[in-house]
């Protein structure tokens, strides 16, 4: 896992504000959604890269852009070492056979009015394939993710199925054009959690197989330790701690990441555990504020410097990076 297969630099994603007569009145500068505010990271072929934050930290937004599903304001993102930011919608639809996405909802993202077959072939069509070979993909895709027999699921639709074998062929869709790079963004949220592991478990199997990089983005730390090799924590558009997902669960070194660990439920309720206080609301990503992001929540809020010096996601320790003026020279 050591060639990088995708990176981006500094990412950003702001999107405007839709304000009415008085507001605009009002208002004297244009507002945004910072949604993204300058996060770079790398995935490296055959990785599971783990995205973890509470809702609205920009997690979803990052996906999307990587596959161009949405424009970044700035930055750049790099596929295989090509600068693919702003490549043509004609250029880059030849490179969306490499990069695919699974959404949360299986419930939603399958059209209920189109078979399974017609759901799977459908990126197929859209590139351009017809004939055996179509068919061909679609059978093995279909086994791939043990949909199995795969011609008795051919001619069903999706409310025929459970949910996990939605969420199955929603991965199938997804795996048929022989993808690069999936973004799977919290592909288990909605399912139970009896079968939440079959799930995961098979996206595990499948990158073994086929070499695939994924992006997991995930609230839940317990499942993204349980898939991902690396984990990136975000807050407020911001990435605040990047290590091993291993290292990370087991020392977290920013205090929002020990928040986030601490909120886990553990089976021991006798367990020694960190006991991180944190207060107050996520402050609003149109407003965010100056200095350290998490500064107004943080329980170890150490003075003026996180209130006005932004801190850099740097290495703490060998292949842990964090974002907190308790590990800078500049706090020393």
Not at 11 to 33: D, E, N, T, Y
Not at 169 to 193: C, G, H, I, N, T
């Amino acid at each position: 896992m050591s060639e990088t297969l995708i990176r981006i630099e500094n990412l950003k994603k702001w999107f405007p504000v839709r304000m009415g007569f008085f507001q605009s009145f009002l208002s004297q500068r244009a507002l945004f959604v910072h949604a993204i505010d300058g996060i770079s990271f790398d995935v490296k072929r055959g990785e599971i890269f783990g995205l973890a934050g509470e809702s609205g930290s920009g997690k979803t937004t990052t996906g999307r852009i990587l596959l161009k599903l949405d424009e970044p304001t700035d930055g750049k993102i790099f596929f295989e070492g090509k600068d693919v930011t702003f490549a043509p919608e004609k250029e880059f639809k030849i490179l969306r056979r490499k990069l695919q996405i699974i959404f949360q909802n299986p419930y939603e993202s399958l059209n209920p009015l189109m078979t399974i077959r017609s759901i799977v072939e459908e990126p197929l069509v859209v590139q351009g394939m017809v004939g055996k070979d179509m068919e061909e993909k679609v059978f093995k895709s279909l086994e791939d993710v043990e949909l199995i027999p795969a011609d008795e699921y051919l001619l069903r639709y999706p409310h025929e199925l459970s949910g996990g074998q939605r969420q199955r062929v929603a991965v199938a869709r997804a795996l048929v054009l022989d993808p690069e790079f999936v973004v799977a963004d919290e592909p288990v949220s909605m399912l139970d959690v009896s079968i939440r592991a079959e799930v995961l478990n098979l996206m595990v199997d499948l990158r073994e197989k086929r070499n695939v990089s994924f992006l997991y983005i995930t609230h839940d730390l317990a499942l993204a330790r349980h898939i991902c090799d690396r984990l990136a924590v975000m807050y407020l558009g911001k990435i605040m701690e990047l290590s091993d997902v291993d290292q990370l669960v087991n020392e977290p070194l920013h205090p929002y990441t020990q928040a986030l660990i601490d909120a886990v439920p553990v089976p021991d309720p006798t367990s020694r555990r960190v006991d991180v206080q944190v207060k107050g609301e996520i402050p609003s990503p149109v407003n965010p504020p100056p200095g350290c992001r998490f500064h107004t929540r943080c329980p170890q809020y150490i003075g003026d410097i996180c209130r006005t010096v932004e801190p850099r996601l740097a290495e703490a320790r060998k292949g842990h990076s964090v974002a907190c003026h308790l590990y800078s020279k500049t706090a020393k």
